[in-house]
């Protein structure tokens, strides 16, 4: 069985946890985790992350760590969600890149900003639940 990585960003910036909100034609908007597949030329799960905040955020972070690792099974290929908190250093959307950028079908990405408390990432709605319970239990202590 084939086995797919793929990185996601729990981001701090100042007070606050940062997401991303997508918007698809025809959909209603919804919040993620920043990042996406592992790929080839990656040095790595944390180079990766870091090509990942740059595209969707054009943003730069510091030091990564991973809080969360998850493991979905299925018939073909087992995805392995590695979850990284990462403090953002600066942000210009005008850095921002890649192939999502260059579709119009994939939708518009765009940072939202949440306190660290269980109520405010609970309106998220952010998939899967085991990375919002983790959140509501631990995130308000991320911040210094």
């Known amino acids: ?20 909100r997508r918007r698809w ?18 040095a790595g799960l944390e180079a990766a992350l ?3 905040v740059m595209e969707e955020l054009g943003a730069t972070i510091g030091p990564a760590t ?12 087992t995805v392995v969600r590695h ?3 990462a403090e953002v250093l600066d942000m210009d959307p005008a850095r921002r890149g890649g192939p999502e950028l260059d579709d119009a079908d994939t939708g518009d990405f765009s940072p939202v900003r949440v306190a660290p408390d269980a109520s405010a ?12 319970r983790y959140l509501c239990e631990h ?6």
């Open 1 to 20: 069985m084939r086995v797919r990585h793929n990185v996601r960003a729990v981001l701090l910036e100042g007070d606050r946890l940062v997401f991303l």
């Open 25 to 42: 034609p025809g959909c209603s908007p919804y919040c993620t985790t920043v990042g996406g597949g592992v790929e080839p030329y990656d």
């Open 50 to 52: 870091r090509r990942e």
């Open 66 to 77: 991973e809080f969360l690792t998850l493991t979905e099974p299925d018939d073909k290929v």
């Open 83 to 85: 979850y990284f908190r």
């Open 121 to 132: 990432v609970a309106a998220l709605e952010l998939q899967p639940p085991e990375l919002v």
């Open 139 to 144: 995130a308000r202590t991320w911040i210094a």
